[in-house]
């Protein structure tokens, strides 16, 4: 870190192009097209953001809230299905954030007895887990439902104001509770982590002001990087990920443009399932009625990758028209392969100590994944007071998973 900052701030014995290459070299973060792409905005500001070099900032305080939720989402998608639970298990015990599980699709209304779905469901309930059931219109894909969903969480029944809602993955473990809480800069708005993990995206002709609103026409990757230094000036947009990203409910409803008097009006109608209802309307108006049947929710989900980061590309674009964009902003960097247990390079590590999450591997419940993944649980939940118990949960649940019926093709 000392070598770092040499690095930054000798700007007398080298230009900040020189400063930025160091970095990348020591770092090896191995996109060194993403420092060309920020140096139009500010580079060392960038740069800072990316390392961590205001790291000599005061901490505050995280607020009183009423409540932490971890939003979740799955379809009957068994990949993402089966690991729900145990997602939702870490972050309720480990990291004290409560789970808040959308489950999308009418099959998790009234599972098939002895079915995969009915374990899952099982599972959620013994451990007294928050679950919203989306029951979803036949006609619009239940995986881009469950996707875009989670930036909606904010309508889910029971959520106050002050609530603070983290969006996840199914298939992300936390590991590191500090990274989630006391290293956070709670005096901001909104927490953006992993920001500069994706190449930009391509706004539409008519710029930033109409990228909400046109999202369809919001594009993945740039791949001219010589086109111009600025972002405005050739139309790029900051790809933000999905995990995570944190902030109170009311600043989710200011973000998605969700006034709670149109919420309070639509219950006194009798509409009660408003979630639903804006999800399913905002995948039509973004891609068309025909393109939100398309099933891509089982093998054939990265069929079609426009739709598939349907949820990343309004989530950037909501956030880069944002009125307190960057100024209300955490950026919250991260280091690549550093502090990842990620599921390319499967290895649980004798220690957790400087890990932030893991990518799980896919299928996690077969008889290649699983005993790659039940180590990392066991190093997470055994240590608790109540370790052994939840552990024994855990393996009752794999156990009753396998014995159960592969309901997952059923149609929703």
């Keep these: ?38 140096q139009g905005i500010d580079s060392f500001l960038f740069l800072r953001l990316r390392l961590k070099l205001n790291a000599m900032r005061p901490l ?9 939720w971890a939003v979740m989402s799955t379809d009957s998608n068994a990949e993402y299905a089966f690991l729900l639970p ?17 489950l999308v699709g009418s099959s998790w209304e009234q599972p098939l007895p002895e079915s995969r779905q009915q374990v899952v469901l099982e599972m959620l309930r013994k451990m007294k887990f928050r679950v919203q059931v989306i029951a979803s219109s036949s006609s619009i894909n239940t995986a881009a439902v469950a996707q875009v969903g989670r930036l909606y969480a904010c309508l889910a029944e029971g959520i106050k104001d002050d609530d603070y809602l983290l969006t996840s993955d199914a298939d992300l473990i936390p590991v590191s ?12 708005k909104l927490h953006l982590y992993n920001p500069f993990c994706c190449a930009p995206l391509l706004l539409p002709e008519q710029g930033l002001a109409a990228a909400p609103d046109k999202v369809d026409q919001v594009r993945l990757g740039a791949p001219a990087f010589s086109r111009g230094a600025g972002v405005e000036a050739d139309h790029r947009l900051l790809h933000l990920p999905i995990s995570y990203a944190g ?89 690549g ?30 008889e290649l994944n699983w005993p790659q993944v039940r180590p990392l649980l066991e190093k997470l939940l055994r240590p608790l007071p109540d370790g052994e118990r939840l552990m024994g949960l855990v393996d009752s649940y794999h156990h009753r998973y396998m014995l159960a019926f592969d309901d997952s093709q059923v149609p929703a």
């Design 1 to 38: 870190e000392e070598r770092v900052e040499i690095a930054v701030s000798s700007q007398a014995r080298s230009s900040l192009s020189d400063a930025a290459a160091q970095v990348a070299e020591l770092f090896e973060l191995g996109r060194m097209e993403m420092l060309q792409v920020y």
């Design 60 to 68: 505050v305080a995280p607020a009183a809230y009423r409540k932490r």
């Design 86 to 102: 145990l997602a939702a298990l870490v972050w309720d015990k480990v990291m004290r954030f409560q789970p808040l599980l959308l």
């Design 177 to 188: 509770p500090t990274h989630f809480d006391s290293e956070r800069d709670w005096e901001k």
């Design 247 to 335: 902030a109170e409910a009311h600043v989710w409803r200011e973000l998605m443009n969700l006034p709670r008097s149109e919420e309070e009006a639509l219950r006194k109608a009798g509409v009660d399932n408003i979630l639903q209802l804006a999800v399913e309307n905002r995948i039509i108006h973004d891609v068309g009625e025909d393109k939100a049947g398309r099933n891509v929710a089982s093998n054939l989900k990265h069929a079609d990758l426009e739709l598939w980061h349907l949820d990343q590309r309004l989530w950037s674009a909501k956030v880069g028209a944002w009125q307190h964009f960057p100024a209300e902003v955490e950026f919250i960097p991260r280091h």
């Design 337 to 366: 392969s550093r502090d990842r247990i990620d599921r390319m390079h499967w290895e649980v590590p004798d220690s957790l100590e400087g890990y932030i999450d893991a990518h799980l591997p896919q299928p996690g419940f077969d």
